[in-house]
């Protein structure tokens, strides 16, 4: 459609809006959100198909004033959570696909940077990992038990100790996004650093499969959380760098909500992330199907429900605009 036609199509309810807006006029909370839901969905068309334009700098400005009236008012639905990881966040979240695909090449590379760290110099898995873990898995691979860590913690303990840190790292790459997404970057390649080094230890000893087979139960909610958590940082130091039509602060502001979201969609997959350490990881007995099984799965959840499922959202909303 050409932007004159859209214009042409929608500009009486964005009169309407903005005259509520301006004058305060007496409105129910749920029309006024009604109304606000149709503009960001015009918002994001315009985003997508003219960008720069003085109609997505309008809408940008009718957005932004709209967004603190209608969350001052609107009385919450009990359902509100569920709209929440159901709707709201997967469909606003497509905006910031680039920047997950960012944070997933950081980790990747400095990942494959500590394996080859680890591959040349001898003492830097100790030097990441510490002498201790080093040796007391070094003890364990000659009990014939390599994956013995996962067992000697209480079960309830170990779970609620692995999620608050998990969590604490997902805050901290988050948080650190106001350096320029500098801080978020360094985050990054610590963690990747520590899992390049200690995957290629396992395979240094010849038990690459067992290391894979066991630690990929909770590891690929846990590593993809984080990844999706420096998603967070980034999109708060994209809103610094790059604000727009916005003004820098406004933008800023922008960042710092849409990367909260980010986080608390998150917190979940911690949890059941530390579930399955707590509980789930220690049963090295298990066979390898069931092992493959619910690390397929928890892949297909993860790529569901931060590509796939926004992907999804933004095509219908495209088709109803």
């Known amino acids: 459609m050409r932007e004159a036609a859209f214009v042409k199509q ?4 964005w009169v309407t809006f903005e005259n509520v807006i301006d004058n305060n006029a007496k409105i129910s909370p749920d029309e006024l959100s009604s109304l606000y839901i149709e503009i960001t969905d015009h918002l994001s068309y315009a985003q997508t198909f003219y960008p720069k334009s003085k109609t997505l700098f309008y809408l940008n400005s009718l957005s932004a004033k709209a967004h603190q009236k209608i969350y001052k008012t609107k009385k919450e639905s009990k359902g509100r959570i569920f709209s929440f990881f ?4 997967p469909s606003q979240f497509y905006q910031h696909q680039r920047q997950l695909l960012i944070s997933f090449l950081v980790f990747a590379l400095f990942c494959i940077i500590g394996a080859y760290s680890a591959a040349n110099e001898q003492a830097f ?3 990441i990992l510490g002498d201790a873990y080093v040796n007391m898995t070094l003890d364990n691979i000659d009990k014939g ?8 913690m209480q079960k309830m303990n170990m779970f609620l100790g692995i999620t608050i840190n998990n ?6 790459a988050y948080v650190l996004g106001i350096f320029l997404g500098l801080g978020t970057l360094y985050v990054l390649m610590q963690n990747a650093i520590m899992l390049g080094s200690f995957q290629f230890f396992f395979y240094d000893k010849g038990l ?3 290391s894979v087979r066991t630690i990929w139960i909770h590891g690929t909610i846990e590593i993809s959380v984080i990844i999706v958590a420096g998603c967070a940082g980034l999109v708060v130091g994209k809103s610094i760098l790059f604000p727009g039509t916005y003004t820098r602060l406004q933008s800023f502001i922008n960042g710092i909500k849409d990367g909260l979201k980010i986080i608390i969609s998150t917190i979940p997959f911690f949890i ?9 990881t220690r049963q090295t007995q298990m066979p390898d199907w069931l092992a493959i099984f619910i690390i397929a799965t928890s892949l297909f959840l993860i790529v569901y429900y931060y590509i796939i499922y926004p992907i999804q959202l933004h095509k219908k909303e495209i088709k109803h605009v």
Do not use: C, T
Not at 10 to 13: A, L
Not at 272 to 280: K, S, T
């Open 208 to 210: 690459l499969w067992e």
């Open 167 to 172: 969590i604490r790292v997902g805050l901290m």
């Open 272 to 280: 059941i992330a530390g579930f399955l350490e707590g509980f789930v």
């Open 10 to 13: 929608n500009k009486d309810k």
């Open 125 to 127: 898995v100790r030097s």
């Open 145 to 152: 038990d390599p994956m013995r860590v996962y067992k000697e």
């Open 86 to 89: 159901l709707k709201e966040f």
